[in-house]
């Protein structure tokens, strides 16, 4: 299998005050890890392009987006939220990180590669139609999914999201959007607080309770997901990628080890199989335990790279 690795230096740039735990050491934790393995020289290393505007506007509208633009500051630091502010560099990163999502897309449709990572900052899935929070400016992922709809001859797409967190900001996009499937696991009750309730046909939602480890997370994610996936039969597979779960991870208290993210890659790659033909883009949100980041992602693009 050929998996893409898009990323950009300057994604790096972006940062948002000493001690905050959504910071460049993060993207650098993962280059470290792939210099420690043999995985550099098996993927397909390519640079993230940025995103075209318009398609920021697809998924957030152009009011919103010129918002986040008004806000960026020449010096210092502006905060969207208590949790998510921008530097001078935060708009460029957010828009190679969209792009990254959108490139990645191209090539999996295209055929160019079989799936692909996207590791990019900042992350995307707490970013609502029109509200910026828990780190993150716009949803990535959801742009990717607007552009495989629109422009890249999908007709059904879903995202599946194992971040700790769940994943606000993609339900409250795709809520009313049948052709969309959204899968979430996550700590429950936990930040962020919203969307975790709402009843959709095309929403699953699989909140684990504080202290989960490896064997109920597994069998909580195999009975929500697989039977919706083999309903909706998506035509390519988003995933947005979370490694906070782990149990060496900071900010939550699931109890996830490294070796429970080579499995759910390899039940995604399982599952993207019968309708999908393997189509995956992965893209990174959280993780910020440094060395687990690092080692969990490893099982992760092992497990794409084997699909």
């Known amino acids: 299998m050929t998996t893409a690795f898009i990323s950009h230096p300057d994604c790096q740039l972006h940062e948002m005050g000493a001690g905050h735990p959504e910071s460049p050491q993060r993207l650098q934790a993962i280059e470290r890890q792939l210099d420690a393995s043999d995985l550099r020289q098996r993927l397909d290393i390519q640079l993230a392009t940025p995103v075209e505007v318009e398609l920021l506007y697809w998924t957030h509208g152009r009011e919103f987006v010129r918002e986040i633009e008004a806000l960026l500051p020449s010096h210092g630091l502006a905060w969207a939220d208590p949790d998510t502010a921008l530097n001078p560099h935060s708009l460029g990163a957010a828009h190679l990180a969209a792009g990254a999502v959108v490139q990645a897309a191209k090539r999996v449709l295209a055929g160019q590669v079989d799936n692909a990572f996207c590791a990019i900052r900042p992350p995307g899935h707490h970013a609502e139609q029109e509200r910026a929070m828990g780190f993150c400016l716009f949803n990535n992922v959801a742009v990717g999914v607007e552009w495989a709809l629109r422009e890249g ?42 969307y975790q309730d709402i009843r959709r046909p095309n929403i699953v939602h699989t909140p684990l309770p504080a202290g989960t480890a490896s064997d109920e997370f597994r069998l909580a994610v195999e009975a929500d997901w697989l039977p919706a996936l083999r309903r909706h039969r998506p035509d390519i597979i988003f995933v947005s990628a979370g490694f906070d779960a782990h149990r060496e991870d900071p900010l939550a208290q699931l109890r996830l080890e490294d070796a429970d993210f080579r499995w759910i890659t390899d039940l995604i790659v399982d599952a993207s199989k019968p309708s999908a033909g393997g189509r995956i883009v992965s893209v990174l949100e959280g993780g910020y335990s440094l060395q687990a980041l690092g080692r969990s992602v490893e099982q992760h693009l092992e497990g794409l790279l084997e699909a």
């Open 153 to 194: 001859g999908a007709e059904r797409v879903a995202v599946l999201d194992f971040d700790v967190h769940h994943g606000n900001g993609t339900v409250d996009i795709f809520q009313d959007r049948p052709e969309v499937l959204v899968c979430s696991s996550f700590q429950y009750p936990f930040y962020p607080f919203r």
